[in-house]
């Protein structure tokens, strides 16, 4: 079993920066992938951003590329998203998620093993 605690969401301007983090605990080291997903009210889930914890392989949908960077701090057990430049459309509760299978992204949320209770970012224009 394992256990996501996503954190670091909060309210900003159009224009500015915030940092997620996600930490997880229990049996850790059957994770290969660790993502982030959004949803808007209204919408679907949907991916964000991913990495490989073994190979560090990132991907991102094409919304945020370039603006978005996903990292991990491995002695930590914990993933961490900086969100740049962040845009009114960027406003959803954001999930942290992983998964046991090796994946590279898009991500459909039905292939993801483990969740986070999500962190809400709300973005101003």
């Known amino acids: 079993q394992v256990i996501l605690v996503d954190a670091g969401g909060g309210s900003v301007q159009a224009g500015g920066s915030l940092r997620l983090s996600c930490k997880a605990s229990g049996y850790t080291s059957s994770l290969n992938t660790m993502a982030w997903f959004r949803q808007a009210p209204g919408k679907e889930r949907e991916w964000v951003a991913m990495?490989?914890?073994?190979?560090?392989?990132?991907n991102y949908v094409d919304a945020v590329k370039g603006r978005f960077t996903i990292s991990q701090d491995s002695a930590a057990n914990s993933v961490y998203l900086q969100m740049n430049s962040l845009k009114p459309e960027d406003t959803a509760m954001y999930y942290c998620?992983?998964?046991?299978?090796?994946?590279?992204?898009?991500?459909?949320?039905?292939?993801?093993?483990?969740w986070g209770k999500g962190t809400l970012v709300t973005i101003s224009s």
């Open positions: 990495m490989s914890t073994r190979s560090g392989f990132t």
């Open positions: 998620a992983a998964g046991r299978l090796r994946m590279y992204g898009p991500i459909s949320p039905s292939a993801v093993d483990y």
